[in-house]
Each structure stands twice: as C-alpha cells, then as structure tokens.
C-alpha cells in the first residue's frame, strides 16, 4: 500500500542525459504499478509511436528491470502489461519523485495476472484526465495520480482509496485551482450494496482523530480532524463504474445515491465534500471535464467533475 502523499506532487522525473526515455518508464511503472505499452505511451509520449515504446521495454527487459504478461484478447492481437522486477523496484526507490513511497514489486507472473485488471482499470481513469488536461491547457501528468494510498480509521483499520489524484486547473486569469479527489474505481466485480458502502469509510476518516497515548477515548485535537494533515481541503470522491452494460453501471449509481441519503454520517461528508459517479467509457470518449458526473446527493443532473 502507499502512505499519503505530500500536498504538492512531483510532475516530472530527473532527466537522463543518456536516455530520458528509459527513466521515466521505470518511474512510471514504480508509480502506477502496472501499464500496458500503449497506456506507457499515452503517458509519457502521446504524440510518440508506440515502437519507440516497445524498443525501451525491450530493452529493460532484457536488463531485468521489467517484466511482462501477455493478455488474451478475441482479436488474437498481442497486448503485454509491463511491470517493475525486485531489480528494477531496488533501482527506482530513491528517485526524488517518489520519496516517501514505499517501493512496490510484483512477486511474480502469477500475482501479476491477479492484479492486472483492476490496475489497468485505475490507469485508464487516469489516462482520461491526462489528455483532457493537456487539451485544457491544465495540468495533470503521471506523477499526479498516487495509486492505493491508504489512511488509518483507528481499532486497526485503514481506509485504502484506489487512486489520489492532484489536478491543477487553468484559470483565466493566468493562475491555477488545485483540486484533489479519491478515486475508486469499480468493476461491478462486488455487490453494488458493498461497494456503495466505501462511502461510509470515507465519511469516517473525514471525522475521525486519533487516540492519544494512554487515553481510551479520542480527545478534541487542536490541530482538527487527521485528514488535515494531508490535505488542505478534504479531497472530493468520485466513483468510476465499468465492467457491466449502462443499465448496471446507472443502478449502481443509484444504490450509490442512496448510501449518500440513507447513512447520516454519509450525508454530513456530503456537505463539505463533493461526491459524484461517471461511467469510464465515457470519461474516454468524453473527457472528464464534459458534463458526465452524476452527484450523489441533490438533483442527479450530470455535470463536469470541476463543478460538482
């Protein structure tokens, strides 16, 4: 899992005067996990071919850097999901743009394979905001998206969101807006009820103080709720659904919907936080930005993420 990241994000990687390339792939592999070839293209050279790509991957592979898992596909083309070796995990944990993350190693092709389809998912979702950033003239690159990061909730739990995402908005008069979200990202691979339930984890970090040393209940704290040491604001949750035909992804909206009605600590998050769901195909053919989000309290009228 990853710890929380700091507030303001790395947005690039140290340049190699031998191959700038080579760099920023083991750095976006230690960051996102795992990536196919053309998502690893989408990322780092949207306007590169994806030969260009395969060479460096290649290449690290041959090293021992990375490794690769073939997926199947009906149209019998050859699609491999990349991921850092303990090797290539040693190599990029001390890279300044991912200090204070814990270094993330895929034990083998077998753990990979169980992992692979949710974390492609999650890249997807982040890939759809990066190209509407750069069409915005916004500003969200692969270092600003935190994969798995995790949050104490107290008596031993943790609430683990699937993605932290720092965007920076392009305002008119020259400056920026920095927003922050989790991101979950559902697969309709759990009940619709358990997932809608993430809700209640979410309302309960947003309230919850840790306990002093040698005391049994949580005391006021000065310095407020602990999501305010990571956050400035707490960060708006947006639900990505996928996997299912729109009539099942629409109903879990609405079962999403109801948690943020129904559950009193759900309806105060509601308050001060924006919740909303969009369907991930959409948001790829759409773009993030174009009115797609459906709030999950008020009236369910769709809207652009930024406005919610």
């Known amino acids: 899992m990853t710890s929380p990241a700091p507030n303001t994000p790395a947005t ?23 990536a196919t070839t053309g998502q690893l293209r989408q990322m780092l050279r949207p306007a590169g071919t994806r030969q260009l790509l395969s060479r460096v991957l290649n290449r690290l592979r041959s090293e021992g850097l990375v490794a690769c898992s073939e997926l199947p596909h009906a149209n ?4 491999k999901a990349w991921y850092l070796t303990r090797e290539g995990s040693r190599l990029t944990r001390d890279l300044p743009v991912l200090r204070g993350r814990p270094p993330y190693t ?12 949710h974390t492609l998912a999650v890249v997807r ?4 905001f990066a190209a509407d950033a750069r069409q915005r003239g916004d500003e969200h690159g692969p270092h600003d998206w935190t994969p798995e990061v995790a949050h104490h909730l107290g008596d031993g739990q943790r609430l683990i969101a699937d993605a932290l995402m720092h965007y920076s908005l392009a305002r008119p008069d020259g400056g920026s807006t920095k927003l922050r979200a989790f991101i979950e990202i559902d697969r309709t691979t759990m009940s619709s009820e358990r997932m809608a339930s993430k809700l209640i984890e979410y309302a309960r970090f947003h309230r919850y103080q840790p306990t002093p040393a040698g005391r049994r209940t949580p005391a006021p704290s000065l310095e407020g709720p602990a999501w305010m040491r990571w956050y400035p604001l707490y960060p708006r949750i947006l639900f990505i659904l996928t996997g299912a ?9 609405t079962d999403l919907r109801s948690m943020a009605d ?43 993420w930024t406005d919610l």
Not at 125 to 128: C, G, I, V
Request: charged share 15%; no cysteine.
């Open 76 to 79: 019998r083309t050859r699609t």
């Open 106 to 117: 895929v034990a083998s092709p077998a753990a990979a394979s169980l992992k692979i389809p």
């Open 245 to 253: 035909t729109r009539r099942t992804l629409n109903n879990r909206t």
């Open 262 to 304: 129904i559950h009193p600590a759900v309806t105060d998050l509601a308050r001060h936080t924006p919740l909303a769901a969009a369907i991930l195909e959409d948001l790829e053919q759409h773009g993030p930005a174009a009115p797609l989000w459906t709030p999950l309290t008020g009236t369910p009228e769709p809207r652009p």
């Open 12 to 34: 690039g990687l140290a340049p190699s005067t031998v191959d700038p390339l080579r760099g920023q792939v083991l750095a976006a592999l230690a960051q996102h996990r795992i």
């Open 125 to 128: 979702a982040h890939l759809a």
